[in-house]
């Protein structure tokens, strides 16, 4: 009996929590929609990969959870992104290349802002979306497991979707293409243990997504 209220007292908290964060993210959300419609297009695609990713990495519910805000929010610092720079139809310069980067800082404070449970967990996260397993990634240049888990999960689906879709400035790569070019990254960029599992995903795509 005590095991059945306990159950339902669990199962309560977590519609709460559940609740909460809808409630919270819901305005992120729409305030990605609004700000660029490619951006928020390809934070849904990131979160149907990095769920599967995360499924087949075997990581624990709660972890999926919050998996899937981090995959929703890697890119919401692009609010931050000046529109000369965001819809730019042509390659970076060096200097707006450098400002492009800040916006994983940008993305981290302004979960922190938030009021949604774990969002200082989830800021970090979405802070390390662009580190490279060899250290040679940004802001801070972490290296291997120093990254965090579900940071080098964002960032590999991340990459596989941003040289899936088509950009003012090139073509989208096809899917072969983009799994060798992730393959050779493999080691330096991405965890080797991570990347292994991702092939399997990619064949099970829809052929409309894939
Ligand atoms: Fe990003």
Redesign the pocket.
């Known amino acids: 009996m005590w095991s059945i209220l306990e159950k339902l007292d669990n199962q309560m908290k977590r519609t709460a929590r559940y609740g909460h964060r809808f409630r919270s993210t819901k305005a992120l959300t729409i305030a990605l929609h609004e700000r660029d419609e490619h951006t928020r297009h390809h934070c849904d695609r990131v979160v149907m990969l990095a769920e599967a990713l995360g499924r087949a990495l075997g990581i624990s519910k709660f972890d999926m959870d919050e998996l899937r805000l981090c995959a929703r929010f890697?890119?919401v610092g692009k609010i931050g992104i000046p529109d000369a720079i965001l819809l730019k139809e042509s390659r970076f310069d060096d200097q707006e290349w450098e400002f492009m980067k800040t916006?994983?800082e940008k993305g981290e404070r302004i979960i922190k802002a938030t009021t949604l449970p774990g969002a200082d967990k989830i800021a970090k996260v979405i802070r390390h979306?662009?580190e490279n397993y060899d250290g040679s990634g940004y802001p801070d240049g972490l290296r291997a497991e120093a990254i965090p888990f579900l940071s080098q999960i964002v960032a590999l689906v991340?990459a596989y979707d941003a040289m899936r879709s088509v950009r003012p400035y090139r073509q989208a790569r096809s899917k072969d293409e983009v799994m060798s070019i992730l393959d050779s990254e493999s080691g330096w960029k991405f965890a080797p243990a991570i990347f292994e599992k991702f092939p399997a995903i990619v064949e099970k795509l829809s052929p409309r997504y894939s």
């Open positions: 890697h890119d916006h994983s979306h662009h991340d």
